[in-house]
């Protein structure tokens, strides 16, 4: 734990933040580069389940597919989608929490009730009802649906952060100045809400990769051709034994990603949220 | 007194908005339950019409949840769609037991490494040990639970030969196979799915251990206690750590619902006749009652466990009562 005198100043100082954003940088230089270097994630150009060799570093699919070519392309994609799906939570938390923090009486009621109510329900159930519903699942949607059951939380931890800095000085000097609602909100509310809202999003990003590799490996996430490490682990299930790295690169990739990202959390909490180890 | 019945009361209103949430959602997503129950389409219109009929869905959907609602409170969750001539209750209380002991099982092992390993890190804050066991919980936790499970399943069950690789029990196993036996047979389908849970899940009890064992460590009266010259294993067990269950309580609120629902790919990659599986399978039907069935049971663990939190934590901790 860290306290406020000898909190570190920014992540890089962090042991954690420093290998967390290191291991994300390589992943994505890997994700960008490798697919121009690499044969084209789509051709079903070799043998098909060749075991990992110079050629193919990850093996080749049942189609014949390069393995290391769809796992960098499914690295765009899912970060794509995690990415897409906690700036929607964030937002919608956001809003919801000012709403709820700002205004207060009955207002703040109702939404806090309907929030805790959302959150007894299982996010997969939802997730499992609206995705199987559907006849085809674009990638938009399911980013929606990922950020429109992941706000939840988020809105709580905002209204905290208001409540608590409702009290604050400087904001009843500025309400004293006259200064407006939205002035108010935009200038200091948010601005200091900002630190435990940053290190919150960042965990969410890693939650969301590993619930859409699950969705997409219970063939409701991202829907193929496009390539998608849980999708790729379930086309590989049926080669377990004749082919294990088609199910165990896809999920290397998830961890390593996964771990990148909560390194990258647990330095931001150490840097931005002193009081909390 | 007050605060345990307004507290009870903001439970029970969570529950309801939850149902009614639950409800809304499921009869507003598109679908129907009775392309299950039709595999080779052979349903005439009128069949299908008799079904709708026989199963309340031609009704608006405000007297479906109140029909839905009166049943619901006298115990009564209705007749499954998709497994013609069971109850949502039948159904719900033939796959407890195995979730129960998958739910009970994890739980026991989490807390119990989770709490041991957080308090042996506080202890040593800083330590390579510290770091090391801060660098495995949380590379365990970057582990999606199916793929870890399916790594085990492929390595202990298929490589090596040395466990099951699904299902609750040995399909070939004799009918009157002793006790013995059989608790044996239980227990080696038990380990697979168990242990890949708790791996996944530990992180959280040791950060959360970790975290309020080094605050407690701090508390004055531990200065007090050792200059008291009591032992070290004495100060860390009895004054510390008894400071320190404050967060583990609100923690174990939060995993309360894994005996029921957070379970859903480790079940279906073991294929472990439990809840989550019925739940997704109910979803993937769209059996409207047995969903209904399976998102009350974990909105009220959910709910429940909230509860059974806050008021421990009242209990383990005085001041917490005043505010």
Redesign the interface.
Known sequence: ?TDATTRPRSIWTT??GRSGIVLLGLIALAAVTLPSILPDYRAMAFGHLLPPSGAHPFGTDYHGRDILARVARGAQISLMISLGAVLVAATIGTAVGLLAGYLGGWVDSVLM??V???????R???L???L??LDRIPLPVLIVMLGATGWFGTSRLVRAEVLRLRHEGFVAAARALGAADWRIIFRHLIPNAAGPLIVAATLAV?DVL?LE??LS??GLGVQPPTPSW?GM?LDG?PF??EA?WF??FP?LA??????AV??IG?GLRQTLTPD?? | MRRLLTRVG?AL??????V???FL??RL???SPLPALDEQNRFTPAQEERLRKLYRLDQPIQVQYWEFLQAAFDGNLGPSIRYTGQTVTGLIAARLPATLLLGFTVLLLNFTFGTWLGVWQAVR?GSRLD?GL?LLS??L???????LG??LA?LFG??WRLLPVGGIHDIVMSPNADLGTRTVDLVRHLILPAATLSAVSIAATMRHQ??AM??ALRLDCIRTARSKGLSERQVIFHHAWRNALGPMVTLFGLWL?ILA??T??VE?VFNWPGLGLL??EA??NRDYPL?MG??LL??AL??LGGLIADLLHGMLDPRVQAL
């Open positions: 734990m042991g954690a009730r309907t805790d109510a959302a959150l007894a329900i299982p997969l159930f939802v499992l009802l609206v199987a519903a890693a590993l590799a699950g490996y219970l849980g682990i299930l377990r034994s294990p199910c165990l999920g998830i961890v390593i990603t996964v771990l909560s390194l647990d909390r180890a | 903001q209103l969570t529950f309801a908005i939850a009614t949430l639950a959602l499921m997503t598109p679908g804050e770091q801060s949380i590379s936790y970057a582990i999606p639970s199916f793929w399916l790594t492929w298929l490589e970790r975290s080094i605050e619902p629902t957070g859903v790919f279906s739940a997704a979803i993937g969903i399976t998102t974990s909105a959910v709910v």
